[in-house]
């Protein structure tokens, strides 16, 4: 029986969309000029700025223009300054706390509404809500909520406990405590989001196979959940530390770095010295070490979640 050779279909016209396409993947200057805009905002919005702020660190600059070059001279100054000094410890004791803090709370609330309790959307909903908030609002808030006389905590403290009243942006013991939990309270649904986003992703099999075979809650856990989620732990950690480095709305809306410099984080005292103190030379100097403390602190990171990505 002789076979049957089917008619191969037409070759779509020169102009048809498959070349097309083919046609602008290949095409050098087209992909340049598609990645243009971004380049550019990306030069004007960071590189320009970077740039320029390096240069006014050489410089001693004042009353908007440069006078004398300087050198390294702002560098050399800021390693004898125990106000810089201090500065950067209370920043990396801010985020060593708050940070952690974060990632164990939104862990829980993550594995806790993966499953598939009651009210589920709702608290998903209401747990996100202080993440949308503006820094400045936040701080207000807990302006009035820390008030000595009115606010909750002291009111359950004094009336119902009777208790002192403690002052807890105007206590030197109290005053970083109280910007860690305001923190805490508006990025810990951060945390709870990316990390809930990462625990969907994780494949229902795995951990149905773990149950058939007698497998516990905890032990599926430790050796499915938790190493399957530590790419997407590490971004989280990643992003809401370089973010808790450049801590400002907040300070300055509560205790203005105070009292003394209880709550002076680094950006803080940026702040003091480029506008109050008008060293904007000093300033770009400081700026420039932040960025290269928050740089080597994220290629930590990354080095951490490449590891991870072998091991695995």
Same mark, same amino acid.
């Given at each position: 029986?002789?076979?049957?050779?089917?008619?191969?279909?037409?070759?779509?016209?020169?102009?048809?969309?498959?070349?097309?396409?083919?046609?602008?993947?290949?095409?050098?200057?087209?992909?340049?000029?598609?990645?243009?805009?971004?380049?550019? /905002?990306?030069v004007v919005f960071s590189v320009y700025p970077l740039l320029y702020s390096l240069y006014t660190?050489?410089?001693?600059?004042?009353?908007?223009?440069?006078?004398?070059?300087?050198?390294?001279?702002?560098? $050399?100054?800021?390693?004898?300054?125990? +106000?810089?000094?201090?500065?950067?410890?209370?920043?990396?004791?801010?985020?060593?706390? =708050? /940070?952690?803090?974060?990632?164990?709370?939104? &862990?829980?609330? +993550?594995?806790?509404?993966?499953?598939?309790?009651?009210?589920?959307?709702?608290?998903?909903?209401?747990?996100?809500?202080?993440? /949308?908030?503006?820094?400045? =609002?936040?701080?207000?808030? %807990?302006? &009035?909520?820390?008030?000595?006389?009115?606010?909750?905590?002291?009111?359950?403290?004094?009336?119902?406990?009777?208790?002192? @009243?403690?002052?807890? %942006?105007?206590?030197? $013991?109290?005053?970083?405590?109280?910007?860690?939990?305001?923190?805490?309270?508006?990025?810990?649904?951060?945390?709870?989001?990316?990390?809930?986003?990462?625990?969907?992703?994780?494949?229902?099999?795995? &951990?149905?196979?773990?149950?058939?075979?007698?497998?516990?809650?905890?032990?599926?856990?430790?050796?499915?959940?938790?190493?399957?989620? @530590?790419?997407?732990?590490? =971004? +989280?950690?990643?992003?809401?530390?370089?973010?808790?480095?450049?801590?400002?709305? $907040?300070?300055?809306?509560?205790?203005?770095?105070?009292?003394?410099? +209880?709550?002076? /984080?680094?950006?803080f005292f940026v702040y003091k010295v480029a506008f109050k103190f008008s060293q904007m030379s000093?300033?770009?100097?400081?700026?420039?070490?932040?960025? =290269?403390?928050?740089?080597?602190?994220?290629?930590?990171?990354?080095?951490?979640?490449?590891?991870?990505?072998?091991?695995?």
């Amino acid at each position: 029986m002789s076979s049957i050779t089917l008619p191969r279909p037409a070759a779509g016209p020169p102009g048809s969309g498959e070349s097309l396409w083919a046609k602008l993947g290949q095409d050098r200057w087209l992909r340049f000029t598609l990645l243009l805009p971004a380049v550019i /905002v990306l030069v004007v919005f960071s590189v320009y700025p970077l740039l320029y702020s390096l240069y006014t660190s050489l410089w001693n600059y004042r009353f908007g223009k440069f006078t004398t070059f300087a050198g390294l001279d702002n560098y $050399q100054h800021m390693f004898s300054d125990g +106000a810089f000094w201090n500065s950067i410890g209370t920043t990396l004791i801010f985020t060593g706390v =708050v /940070v952690p803090t974060e990632l164990v709370l939104g &862990l829980l609330l +993550a594995l806790i509404l993966v499953e598939d309790v009651r009210f589920r959307t709702l608290y998903r909903t209401a747990y996100i809500i202080p993440m /949308v908030l503006a820094p400045v =609002v936040v701080g207000i808030i %807990f302006r &009035l909520l820390y008030n000595t006389e009115f606010g909750l905590p002291n009111y359950i403290l004094g009336e119902l406990l009777h208790l002192p @009243r403690p002052d807890w %942006f105007g206590n030197p $013991q109290l005053a970083l405590p109280s910007v860690m939990v305001m923190d805490i309270w508006q990025w810990t649904p951060f945390m709870f989001l990316v990390l809930l986003a990462g625990l969907q992703t994780i494949p229902l099999d795995l &951990l149905e196979a773990a149950r058939v075979d007698g497998a516990s809650y905890w032990t599926s856990l430790r050796y499915i959940t938790l190493p399957l989620l @530590r790419p997407t732990i590490l =971004v +989280a950690l990643l992003v809401r530390t370089m973010d808790a480095l450049r801590l400002f709305d $907040q300070v300055y809306v509560t205790t203005l770095g105070g009292p003394g410099t +209880a709550t002076e /984080v680094v950006s803080f005292f940026v702040y003091k010295v480029a506008f109050k103190f008008s060293q904007m030379s000093y300033a770009a100097a400081l700026l420039i070490v932040l960025l =290269v403390i928050t740089l080597i602190i994220s290629t930590l990171y990354i080095r951490v979640l490449n590891v991870s990505h072998v091991a695995e």
